[in-house]
C-alpha cells in the first residue's frame, strides 16, 4: 500500500470518516444565506484504486478552502481546487478528469491532468460555480429610492430597503435601521448599493456600503453635497475622504437625460447590472483598502464620465420630483444655498423679505434661516 490514497485488493474505497453530504449540504445553505460564492465539486466516474465514489462531493469556497471528500490524493485535491477557483473566476463549469496518463481519457468537454499521486486510479468531477443571487441594497425612502426598488423587480437580484421608517413595499426585505455595522450585519457579502436617501443619512449608507465591500456603491446627490457625504462617511470609517470618494459612484448612473425618478432610477440600474456583470468575475476588493493604483484611476475615470452626463439629471433628483414620468414637469425653483433644484410643491420652504425660496432637503432650509443674507448676497453654487 503506497501513496495518500489506501485501497483493497478489490479496488473499493475502505470506510472513511470524512464529511458526509449532510455537512456538505449545511455548508452551501450556510453560504448561500450569507450570500458568499462557492464551487460544489461533484465526482461523475472513478476508476479505482481511489478512495472516493460517485456521488462524493466538496465544496471550495472563495478563499480556496475544500470542505468535503473527492478522494484522499492531494493532487487530485489541488487541482480540484484551483479549477474551482478559476470556474468561480470566470462563471463557468468545469468538467475535468484526473488521470495516470491524461491522454487517455481526454475527450471533447473534458480537460484532463495528470494524477501525480502514487495510488493511481481516475477520478472525473464536475465542478459548478455557485453565485448566489446578489442583493441590492437601496438606502432610503425618496422617490428615486421608490422607482428603483419597483423596477429592479424585473432583475436578478434580491432588493433590500433600508429605511428606518418601515422601508418600500416593492422590496424583498427591509432593514430599518441606518446604522452602518448593523446594515452590514443585515445584508450578505458584497451587495450592490445605491444611497438615495436625499441627504437624511446618505453617509451611514455610504459607510455601510463600503464596510460591507460592496462592488458597486452609487449615491445619488449633488457635486455640492456629495462633498460633505464624503466627509461624514469618511469620519465614520476613519479614513480619508478622498478614498471613500474613490469607492463611490457619484452622481450613480448612466448618461441617458433621465430627468423624472423613475428615468434616473432606469439610468441607475443599467448601471447596477453593469457593476453586477464585473463583480460576477471574481472577487473584487473595497477600493479604501485597494492598493492597485491603476485599478483606482480605472475607477476614477469612470466615476468622472457618469459624473459629466448625469449631474444635471442629479440635480432634478434630489428636488424630490414626483415620481410619476407620464404627468408633467412642474416648474423647479433654485435652492439658494447649493443652486439644486427645488420642486415647489414637496419641497422645505422659508418665507424672507416677501419672498418664498424653496431647498432640496432640510439642511439647506436650516442653513439659509440661520443666516439668509449670506446666501442671498452671494450666487448659488453651481451643481
Not at 52 to 72: C, F
Request: glycine share 8%; proline share 7%.
Amino acid at each position: 500500500m503506497t501513496g495518500n490514497d489506501s485501497h483493497t485488493s478489490s479496488g473499493d474505497p475502505p470506510h472513511r470518516a470524512e464529511p458526509s453530504d449532510g455537512d456538505v449540504a449545511a455548508l452551501e445553505a450556510e453560504l448561500t444565506e450569507r450570500g458568499e460564492a462557492y464551487a460544489r465539486v461533484t465526482i461523475v466516474r472513478r476508476e479505482p484504486p481511489v478512495s472516493a465514489n460517485v456521488g462524493d462531493r466538496a465544496v471550495v469556497t472563495a478563499d480556496g478552502e475544500l470542505h468535503g471528500w473527492i478522494g484522499g490524493a492531494a493532487c487530485a485535491q489541488t487541482t480540484a481546487t484551483s479549477e474551482s477557483m478559476a470556474a468561480l473566476d470566470d462563471g463557468e463549469p468545469r468538467f475535468v478528469g484526473i488521470a495516470p496518463d491524461p491522454e487517455e481519457i481526454e475527450r471533447p468537454g473534458l480537460e484532463a491532468f495528470p494524477m501525480h499521486c502514487h495510488s493511481e486510479g481516475v477520478l472525473e468531477l464536475f465542478i459548478e460555480p455557485v453565485n448566489p443571487t446578489p442583493e441590492l441594497v437601496i438606502v432610503g425612502d425618496s422617490p428615486v429610492a421608490r422607482s428603483l426598488s419597483r423596477l429592479a423587480q424585473e432583475l436578478a437580484v434580491d432588493v433590500v430597503s433600508v429605511d428606518p421608517d418601515g422601508g418600500d413595499e416593492n422590496a424583498d426585505r427591509v432593514v430599518e435601521t441606518t446604522d452602518p455595522d448593523a446594515i452590514v450585519e443585515a445584508v450578505g457579502s458584497a451587495p450592490l448599493v445605491v444611497v438615495a436617501s436625499m441627504g437624511k443619512y446618505d453617509a451611514r449608507g455610504v459607510a455601510a456600503g463600503i464596510k460591507a465591500g460592496a462592488p458597486y456603491v452609487g449615491l445619488v446627490a449633488s457635486d455640492t453635497r456629495s462633498g460633505e457625504v464624503f466627509e461624514r462617511a469618511a469620519t465614520i470609517l476613519d479614513v480619508d475622504p478622498g478614498d471613500v470618494a474613490d469607492a463611490v459612484t457619484n452622481p450613480a448612473g448612466v448618461d441617458i437625460a433621465a430627468y423624472t425618478p423613475a428615468e434616473i432610477a432606469v439610468s441607475i440600474l443599467a448601471e447596477v447590472v453593469d457593476a453586477r456583470s464585473d463583480a460576477g468575475a471574481g472577487p473584487v476588493e473595497s477600493a479604501v483598502s485597494a492598493t492597485d493604483d491603476d485599478a483606482a484611476a480605472d475607477e476614477n475615470a469612470a466615476a468622472e464620465d457618469a459624473a459629466d452626463g448625469t449631474a444635471a439629471a442629479t440635480a432634478d433628483v434630489d428636488a424630490n420630483a414626483d415620481a410619476n414620468a407620464d404627468d408633467e414637469p412642474t416648474e423647479l425653483a433654485t435652492d439658494p444655498v447649493c443652486g439644486m433644484t427645488a420642486d415647489p410643491e414637496t419641497a422645505p420652504s422659508v418665507e424672507h423679505a416677501g419672498e418664498t425660496y424653496y431647498f432640496c432637503c432640510e439642511g439647506c432650509e436650516e442653513s439659509f434661516s440661520a443666516d439668509p443674507a449670506s446666501y442671498l448676497d452671494a450666487p448659488a453654487e453651481s451643481v
